[in-house]
């Protein structure tokens, strides 16, 4: 169940050299302190291994989806992250096996 709903952007470009553009994970944290969420217990889903650095470096579970760009940043994602990483068809599937997760094992924590 969704409780909190919110929607973060970076403005900048990649010149900017601001804290929020992804790889950097300033968004994520902002959203956490704003939306009081645990990071270590949160799942962050997209679709580039910018993402999954950027999830990483909050402290949260990167997912990969393989729509848009994810089907071509498969390959490096796996060889970042390793054969565990989370990767999943789009994103109605990783919602529904998070929540399956999360059902089974309480919050988002790892084995
Ligand atoms: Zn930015």
């Given at each position: 169940m969704v409780e909190e709903f919110a929607i973060y952007v970076c403005?900048?470009?990649?010149?900017?050299?601001?804290?929020?553009?992804?790889?950097?994970?300033g968004l994520i944290l902002a959203a956490a302190q704003e939306l009081q969420l645990d990071l270590g217990h949160s799942f962050m889903i997209g679709d580039s291994v910018r993402d999954a650095v950027a999830a990483r470096s909050a402290g949260c579970h990167p997912v990969l989806v393989l729509t848009c760009h994810g089907s071509r940043q498969h390959e490096q994602y796996r060889a970042c992250f390793g054969p565990q990483a989370l990767v999943f068809a789009g994103l109605y599937e990783a919602v529904c096996r998070i929540v399956d997760y999360v059902s089974v094992n309480g919050k988002g924590q790892e084995k």
């Open positions: 403005p900048h470009g990649p010149n900017d050299r601001c804290e929020c553009r992804k790889l950097k994970p």
